[in-house]
């Protein structure tokens, strides 16, 4: 039932990816699964850049470099996160927004849009037992210097895919009712 996979979806972070690939075939369920969220005025502004093999470490070495370049002070530690997360996973997707080039939507509706689509995804992945979470470093602002991105295009995050083993934890919510105000 859907209510149960919403309520089960969960992130799971590259420090517990297994190694082992995901198929061409999972990732174009995971995408058409995206390219069916609601979109205002048909724009469909959501754009993925499916990175996996040596591309996960080019992004890697890109990451961590810029890290250094753009830092004062540049901690160890996360240069290594930088450089080793986009490897380990089992693909990354860079989640970017082409915005309508009429802008005949505001541009917050064009980012729900591909919020939704990113949801879509979390979704899927989570019915087929794929690990996964939503990205968005300070970087993501650099990431023209490492696509090729249109104009008007722009990327938004980084969706991060593995296999895990294990149990994930239990979340709790606080009461919907805390929430609604009815009138």
């Keep these: ?42 724009t ?13 470490e080019k ?3 890109f990451l961590s470099k810029k890290y250094v370049e753009v830092t004062e002070k540049p901690k160890q530690i996360k240069i290594k996160k930088l450089q080793t997360n986009p490897i380990v996973a089992g693909a990354v997707i860079a989640i970017c927004m082409q915005r309508d ?8 509706e064009e980012v729900a ?11 899927c ?13 300070g970087l993501i602002k650099h990431m023209g210097d490492f696509f ?12 991060y895919m593995g296999y895990y083993e294990g149990d994930l934890p239990e979340v709790n919510r606080n009461p919907i009712e805390d929430k609604i105000v009815w009138l």
């Excluded at 959501?46 to 093999?53: M, S």
């Excluded at 080039?101 to 917050?108: D, V």
């Excluded at 992945?125 to 990205?135: E, H, K, M, Q, V």
Aim: with cysteine; aromatic share 12%; glycine share 4%.
């Design 1 to 42: 039932m859907i209510f149960d996979l919403i309520k089960n979806r969960r992130s799971v972070f590259p420090a517990q990816y297994i190694d082992k690939p995901i198929a061409k075939e999972d990732i174009l369920k995971v995408l058409e699964a995206a390219n069916w969220a609601p979109t205002h005025k048909k």
């Design 44 to 56: 469909e502004p959501w754009r993925f850049k499916v990175l996996q093999g040596s591309s996960q």
């Design 59 to 61: 992004l890697g070495t």
């Design 101 to 108: 080039s009429k802008e005949s939507i505001p541009e917050w």
């Design 113 to 123: 849009a591909v919020a939704m689509a990113v949801q879509n995804m979390w979704l």
């Design 125 to 137: 992945c989570t019915a087929l037992n794929i690990g996964c979470y939503w990205s968005s470093p």
């Design 148 to 159: 090729n991105l249109n104009e008007g295009e722009r990327c938004l995050g980084f969706f």
